[in-house]
């Protein structure tokens, strides 16, 4: 039995706000999002492909993006990305590499807060 369901490990936390290099783009969008806002619409972007999202806040967000197909995971999107120690789960800014509280260093690993 063969299946076309390509299933993909990976999920595209959305972004608040589009990736984009052009400032004028950036601002035009971010003045578009705020009136849907106010019209009563959440707005997105795919962190994958940037694919602009606009749903009623009434209904469930997409669990997919329209684009590229890749998975939204909405829980992660208002968390904030940390370094945590392994050991003592203090956690520290992403520029840190290494827990003040150990000796010899503990290496910090990548979280979310």
């Not at 019209?39 to 994958?48: D, I, M, N, S, W």
Request: glycine share 6%.
């Amino acid at each position: 039995m063969c299946s076309n369901i390509r299933i993909n490990l990976d999920k595209s936390i959305p972004n608040t706000v589009p990736n984009t290099d052009s400032l004028a783009l950036g601002t035009l969008a971010v003045g578009l999002d705020s009136f849907e806002r106010v019209t009563g619409k959440k707005v997105a972007y795919c962190g994958k492909c940037n694919r602009r999202v606009s749903f009623d806040s009434t209904n469930k967000p997409p669990r997919v993006c329209r684009k590229c197909g890749l998975e939204f995971d909405w829980d992660r999107m208002h968390k904030r990305k940390v370094m945590i120690c392994p050991i003592c789960k203090k956690k520290y800014d992403l520029d840190d590499e290494f827990c003040e509280q150990h000796f010899p260093a503990v290496r910090l690993e990548k979280g979310y807060e």
